[in-house]
T-cell receptor, first 111, second 114 residues
Framework: AQRVTQPEKLLSVFKGAPVELKCNYSYSGSPELFWYVQYSRQRLQLLLR??SRESIKGFTADLNKGETSFHLKKPFAQEEDSAMYYCALDVLKAAGNKLTFGGGTRVLVKP | DTGVSQDPRHKITKRGQNVTFRCDPISEHNRLYWYRQTLGQGPEFLTYFQNEAQLEKSRLLSDRFSAERPKGSFSTLEIQRTEQGDSAMYLC????????????FGPGTRLTVL
């Protein structure tokens, strides 16, 4: 069965500092990886997906199949980046596109 | 259409009571998913529908849980004989089976079983 691990429960950084959220997955096939974000009092929403290969709100994530990782990075964190971040894996049509989530990382950006 | 909606947003019930939650997906989305999220954890898949057909149920979904999507539009999730361990946030999400592979989430229903 597939599994997603986010080793850090909490990341606290100062505004302007780089931030990296780690995500490792286990799946023998070719999954699609996502980062979802939940801001305070808001619903879970998609931040970015690996197939898009785009930067959203200054965040990027690269799928490393050799290391089975999909770490999320931003070079200069902003206070508005404070939120819960979830890495998620989709094994696509083999399983109805259901998502397997990691446990989440809370990011706190201090002024 | 302002996105996925869920009702109620909060539900407090006593152990042993039955509860029912409703999810209204984005209108053109034919896939609907239910997830459960407990404190400090990420969402866990429970079940999903394509149109009115329930195609998969997680082993997390015990016999006390039942979900329906009778007309392929809104869905209900019922929990019978609730237990304290059922206390969680129940999330609904929808997507189209075509196009972008993005699930849109509702605000969730927070269930507290006393």
């Amino acid at each position: 069965a597939q599994r997603v691990t986010q080793p850090e429960k909490l990341l606290s950084v100062f505004k302007g500092a780089p931030v990296e959220l780690k995500c490792n997955y286990s799946y023998s096939g070719s999954p699609e990886l996502f980062w979802y974000v939940q801001y305070s009092r808001q619903r879970l929403q998609l931040l970015l997906r690996h197939i898009s290969r785009e930067s959203i709100k200054g965040f990027t994530a690269d799928l490393n199949k050799g290391e089975t990782s999909f770490h999320l990075k931003k070079p200069f964190a902003q206070e508005e980046d404070s939120a819960m971040y979830y890495c998620a894996l989709d094994v696509l049509k083999a399983a109805g596109n259901k998502l397997t989530f990691g446990g989440g990382t809370r990011v706190l950006v201090k002024p | 259409d302002t996105g996925v909606s869920q009702d109620p947003r909060h539900k407090i019930t006593k152990r042993g009571q039955n509860v029912t939650f409703r999810c209204d997906p984005i209108s053109e989305h034919n896939r609907l998913y239910w997830y459960r999220q407990t404190l400090g954890q990420g969402p866990e898949f429970l079940t999903y529908f394509q149109n009115e057909a329930q195609l998969e149920k997680s082993r997390l979904l015990s016999d006390r849980f039942s979900a329906e999507r009778p007309k392929g539009s809104f869905s209900t999730l019922e929990i019978q004989r609730t237990e304290q361990g059922d206390s969680a946030m129940y999330l609904c999400a929808s997507k189209s089976s075509q196009g972008d592979n993005e699930q849109f989430f509702g605000p969730g229903t927070r269930l507290t079983v006393l």
